[in-house]
Structure formats: structure tokens, C-alpha cells
């Protein structure tokens, strides 16, 4: 990876601002989407972001990582709230996703949370 976490979060901030710009229905509707399911429900918002986390590792998606590692904090997810997320990640993604677990926990850390003793 050559940038951070945070700079991956700037760089694609910056280009949903374009897309925002360019393709208005599309990103309203996407927008709604996230909003409906950023509200505590059944399920805690926190618990939401962790499932989110644990996708993104599963997809390997770089840019999910920065954000949703980002909202874990936020949420006032614990550092083994974090890691038992990263085990069933793992469980369920195989090598691939450990490797882009080791990478969550990195960006995990990078937005201020904790970090280990």
C-alpha cells in the first residue's frame, strides 16, 4: 500500500465529490441506502459497522477498509470487539482475507483506535 488509510479515505472522498457532481440520481440513491441503514435498528449501529468491516475484508476492498475502520471508531468499537470481527472475517474469507484483516487492523489503529499492549 503506498498511501495511508487516511489519504485512501481523502483521495476517495474527493472522487465521490465528482461522482456526486457527475451521476446525481445514482449517488442520491446510494446515499439514501446508507443513511437507512445507519440507525441503530435490531441491530446496534455499531454492529452494523463491524458486519460492514467484515465484508469489506472479505472484498477486499481497500477504500471500505479506510471507511469503515474509520466508523468503528467512531462507534466506540473495542480493540477485541475489532479482532473477534477480524476472526470471523477470516474464518469466512480464508488466506486472502487474513491478509486484508492484517491490513484493517492497521487502518483501525491509524484512525485512533486502540492500539495493542
Known amino acids: 500500500m ?51 468491516m467484515a465484508i469489506g475484508i472479505a472484498a477486499r476492498c481497500q477504500g471500505c477498509l479506510a471507511f469503515h475502520a474509520q466508523a468503528c471508531v467512531r462507534q466506540g468499537v473495542t480493540r477485541r470487539e475489532f479482532e473477534e470481527m477480524l476472526q470471523v472475517a477470516i474464518y469466512m474469507g480464508g488466506g486472502p482475507s487474513l491478509m486484508t484483516a492484517a491490513e484493517a487492523l492497521a487502518a483501525y489503529e491509524e484512525f485512533g483506535g486502540e492500539v495493542a499492549a
Open 2 to 52: 503506498s498511501q495511508t488509510f487516511k489519504e485512501t479515505a481523502s483521495a476517495i472522498s474527493a472522487k465521490l465529490k465528482n461522482l456526486r457532481q457527475e451521476i446525481p440520481d445514482t449517488m442520491q440513491a446510494f446515499n439514501q441506502m446508507a443513511a437507512a441503514t445507519h440507525t441503530d435498528g435490531a441491530l446496534s449501529m455499531k454492529t452494523k459497522e463491524l458486519m460492514a
